[in-house]
């Protein structure tokens, strides 16, 4: 199983009047396989308040697997024009911040706005959708 999974975005000097934006990509899950059982995505998860575990998973299936991050990648570059970037997180992934918080999905974030979406009725060579998020000041 992998050990790491990725969080991608792209930055622009501006996107649609917004100067110096950052999407964040937000793969959506609901028709594929994950990663990985979400007990080996998210640490601890035996503890996981039964009230916080909808969240918590929300929030694992954000990320991209390397495989899912160079596919999209590519297809973005190719197809759109748009590099992508990311970052990388090593497994499992902490589910709360450091105050205890629970992890928000960007999706469930009001200070989130989805700006762009990559429908499947759209794409033929990409397995899944994804939208593209903004972090609204």
């Known amino acids: ?3 790491t ?7 622009f000097d501006e996107w649609q009047g917004r100067k110096c934006a950052c999407i964040v990509w937000v793969p959506l899950r609901a028709e594929r396989i994950r990663i990985a059982p979400y007990p080996f995505l998210l640490q601890n ?4 308040p039964r009230h916080i575990a909808s969240m918590a998973k929300g929030y694992a299936d954000e990320f991209l697997g390397l495989d ?4 999209f990648k590519c297809f973005m570059k190719e197809k759109r024009g748009i590099f992508v970037e990311s970052l990388e997180y090593k497994l499992p992934l902490q589910w709360q911040d450091k ?4 992890c928000i999905p960007l999706r469930c974030d ?3 706005e989805k700006i762009f979406s990559v429908k499947g009725d759209e794409v033929i060579n ?5 939208d593209g998020y903004w972090h609204i000041l």
């Open 5 to 11: 999974v990725f969080r991608a975005f792209s930055k």
């Open 68 to 71: 899912e991050f160079v596919l």
């Open 99 to 102: 105050r205890g918080n629970p």
């Open 110 to 112: 009001p200070s989130w």
């Open 45 to 48: 998860y035996n503890v996981i």
């Open 126 to 130: 990409l397995p899944f959708e994804v």
């Open 1 to 3: 199983m992998a050990e």
